[in-house]
Nanobody, 111 residues
């Protein structure tokens, strides 16, 4: 079984930066994508970014150019570097792979 633990969330001012991490344990297959999703209060969960291996990435239009996803196979960790943050980026950010979801980490963008 796979377990995912997110970390790194917090409060940041608009225009600021923050990096969240997700570490996977268990049987991890590198061919599977790892992805970040987010869910804001009262809204549906939405895709943010995904990565296959350490090379192929995909981003939602609303974060393209501001967020960067990366993956380190050595420690089964995926990162989401977020810059130029906006209040509308406020959400719980979830990591997922191989049909498993983490518990989420709260990101709040506010002055």
């Amino acid at each position: 079984q796979v377990q995912l633990v997110e970390s790194g969330g917090g409060l940041v001012q608009p225009g600021g930066s923050l990096t969240v991490s997700c570490t996977a344990s268990g049987t991890i297959f590198r061919r599977y994508a790892m992805a970040w999703h987010r869910q804001a209060p009262g809204k549906q969960r939405e895709s943010v970014a995904s990565i296959i291996s350490c090379t192929y990435t995909n981003y939602a239009d609303y974060v393209k150019g501001r967020f960067t996803i990366s993956r380190a196979h050595a420690n089964n960790t995926v990162y989401l570097q977020m810059t130029s943050l906006k209040p509308e980026d406020t959400a719980v950010y979830y990591c997922t792979t191989q049909g498993t979801w983490g518990q989420g980490t709260q990101v709040t963008v506010s002055s």
